[in-house]
């Protein structure tokens, strides 16, 4: 199936480093979406974008909504060690289907 | 509520068994998904239902896997004669279909993790 590109696809930093991770896709969505997984768990909701050029924020999370509609940016700002997990991107269609489909996903892990 | 559930959590079967699972989604949530996870790969869509009805089958979902939503509550996923290829995790997730328009929002599950021998 279908995967979106997301890179890194890992990172190692330190505690207090400001990370950031894209997605990018051939194909046009509507609504953007990032989520992050820890093992042996589902994805969690972290951050939304339902238009172009959208800027949205979440305590320290801040993700962007491509203009193209081709790609979209998440950063974290001082990261923590409850950060570390696998970010996926998502991109969805609406007015149909509006299956998810999602990244190749970002390893991040905070060195101590 | 506590969110969608999923069971069992784990699974290990051999291959040419049949496996079971079961989702129960958000109450409320009109829309289930099932998708599929191997290592180190983001999720893959496999079907959805709105309501009992099943709307969209991916090319993954070979004949061996069948999916039902009955009373448009819980669903449950099958996979006949497994094989080895199956291994993976399977995650299920909910949402609300509102007015046309209102972008729904998916909420997974903790996923049910199949290893087949």
């Known amino acids: 199936g279908q995967q979106l590109n997301q890179s890194p696809q890992s990172m190692f930093i330190q505690e207090g480093e400001d990370v950031s991770m894209n997605c990018t896709s051939s194909?046009?969505?509507?609504?953007w979406l990032w989520y992050k997984q820890d093992p042996g768990e589902g994805p969690v909701l972290l951050i939304a974008l339902y238009k172009a050029g959208e800027l949205t924020s979440n305590g320290r999370l801040t993700a962007q909504f491509g203009i193209t509609r081709k790609d979209s940016f998440l950063n974290i700002s001082a990261s923590i060690p409850s950060d570390v997990g696998i970010y996926f991107c998502a991109g969805q269609q609406l007015f149909g289907n509006e299956k998810l489909t999602f990244g190749t996903g970002t390893r991040l892990t905070i060195i101590p | 509520d506590t969110g969608v559930s999923q069971n069992p959590r784990h699974k290990i079967t051999k291959r040419g068994q049949n496996v079971t699972f079961r989702c129960d989604p958000i109450s409320e949530h009109n829309r289930l998904y099932w998708y599929r996870q191997t290592l180190g790969q983001g999720p893959e869509f496999l079907t959805y239902f709105q309501n009992e009805a099943q709307l969209e089958k991916s090319r993954l979902l070979s004949d061996r896997f069948s999916a039902e939503r009955p009373k448009g509550s819980f669903s449950t996923l099958e996979i006949q004669r497994t094989e080895q290829g199956d291994s993976a995790m399977y995650l299920c997730a909910s949402s609300i279909r509102g007015h046309a328009g209102k972008t729904e929002t998916q909420y997974f599950g903790p996923g049910t993790r199949l290893l087949v021998l």
């Open positions: 194909s046009i969505f509507n609504t």
